[in-house]
């Protein structure tokens, strides 16, 4: 019974989590290492990503629904795939960066031969520099 149980709240909680784009927070694992960040997508779909120095963030306002990289040749993470983002190529970075933040969001074709973010939620974490 408790297992049962356990599913069903598992399920539940899986379900509330998710957002309209069907990418759940957890579907972009964020870590930080000394050579820069470890970026693995464990979900079934493209995650495209954007990593900027938490203080250059903190003067704009970050991507937004119309803003975001909707190119199929933007950084992206391919379907449970892990990769590694040098410090180098974060947004702003700079030797006494201590903070970046990552955003991510799904892309889909448009249906006119382009392509458009997947609902309008955006994921993000900040994360602290090793």
Same mark, same amino acid.
């Given at each position: 019974?408790? *297992?049962?149980?356990?599913?069903?709240?598992?399920?539940?909680?899986?379900?509330?989590?998710?957002?309209?784009?069907?990418?759940?927070?957890?579907?972009?694992?964020? $870590?930080? $290492?000394? /050579?820069?960040? *470890?970026?693995?997508?464990?979900?079934?779909? /493209?995650?495209?990503?954007?990593?900027?120095?938490?203080?250059?963030?903190? @003067?704009?306002?970050?991507?937004?629904?119309? $803003?975001?990289?909707?190119?199929?040749?933007? #950084?992206?993470?391919?379907? *449970?795939?892990? =990769? @590694? =983002?040098?410090?180098?190529?974060? @947004?702003?970075?700079?030797?006494?960066? *201590?903070?970046?933040?990552?955003?991510?969001?799904?892309?889909?074709?448009?249906?006119?031969?382009?392509?458009?973010?997947?609902?309008? /939620?955006?994921?993000?974490?900040?994360?602290?520099? #090793?």
């Amino acid at each position: 019974m408790r *297992r049962a149980l356990a599913g069903i709240l598992s399920t539940i909680f899986m379900v509330a989590c998710s957002d309209a784009t069907g990418v759940s927070p957890v579907d972009l694992e964020v $870590t930080p $290492t000394v /050579d820069g960040l *470890r970026l693995a997508n464990h979900s079934g779909a /493209d995650l495209f990503y954007q990593a900027v120095d938490a203080e250059a963030l903190a @003067l704009w306002a970050g991507p937004s629904a119309t $803003t975001m990289c909707r190119d199929p040749h933007c #950084p992206h993470v391919a379907p *449970r795939v892990a =990769v @590694l =983002v040098p410090w180098s190529e974060v @947004l702003g970075w700079w030797e006494d960066t *201590r903070r970046v933040g990552v955003s991510w969001w799904q892309v889909v074709p448009s249906g006119d031969g382009g392509w458009r973010v997947a609902g309008t /939620d955006l994921q993000s974490r900040e994360v602290e520099v #090793p």
